[in-house]
């Protein structure tokens, strides 16, 4: 079976983001009387989108948010992530060579539970958002990851890009760094590669076909045999 897309998550895996998005986390919950720990974010909260962040974090403390009450966190969220980004590179040093490497080899797509202005501001400030055929945020889909939804969206979209048979799942390689973005993959039945920029290779081995350390060690012939294997 050949490889026809790469599909990307954003945060952790591009986009040295994760800590800004703590700080902005715990900075809007810190309004509301809520301490959030950098523990506490990266084994419970990491792998969920803005709005589930905030829903859960309410439902474990015991707090009767309302939607308008989450949409009000959700908004002064992605203002706090912004003022923290200024000036500061959010995409690691060696993303802009991967990306260009992968996109002139098959097309590539982002499956991601930031929010689509966080993802287009850091990719046109590295002259990258043409790189890519497809970009699926937060709000594009129902369901958020662990959900197979975002990338179920992803290969959906990709597949208006790529000329032949209609594309599959199974043809498509997703490139992750938690657990849940690995699971969103694997339920959607893409092949997945763990990245160790956020937790090591014991947290990731269990869904992942192939672990690397960084965005850097990314190799399209090793993706291309991971499909036959």
Request: hydrophobic content about 45%.
């Amino acid at each position: 079976m050949a490889l026809r897309a790469i599909v990307f998550d954003f945060d952790g895996v591009l986009a040295n983001s994760e800590p800004l998005h703590f700080a902005a986390f715990r900075d809007v919950l810190a309004s509301a009387g809520i301490a959030l720990t950098e523990r506490d974010y990266y084994s419970r909260y990491l792998g969920f989108d803005d709005v589930g962040v905030f829903k859960t974090v309410g439902a474990d403390l015991g707090r009767t948010w309302n939607a308008r009450d989450v949409a009000g966190f959700v908004a002064d969220k992605a203002l706090r992530l912004e003022e923290l980004e200024r000036n500061i590179p959010v995409l690691f040093a060696e993303t802009p060579g991967a990306i260009r490497r992968t996109a002139a080899e098959v097309p590539i797509a982002i499956a991601s539970g930031a929010l689509g202005p966080e993802i287009r501001r850091a990719l046109m400030r590295a002259g990258l958002i043409e790189q890519f055929a497809a970009i699926v945020s937060a709000e594009d889909t129902p369901a958020s990851k662990p959900a197979p939804d975002p990338y179920v969206r992803a290969v959906a979209l990709l597949s208006a890009h790529i000329s032949g048979p209609e594309l599959q799942p199974s043809e498509c390689v997703a490139i992750e760094d938690s657990r849940w973005g690995l699971e969103s993959a694997r339920a959607a039945g893409l092949r997945t590669v763990g990245v160790t920029t956020s937790y090591g290779p014991s947290e990731l081995q269990s869904n992942s076909d192939l672990i690397i350390g960084s965005i850097a060690d990314l190799n399209v012939d090793d993706l291309r045999r991971l499909l036959f294997s």
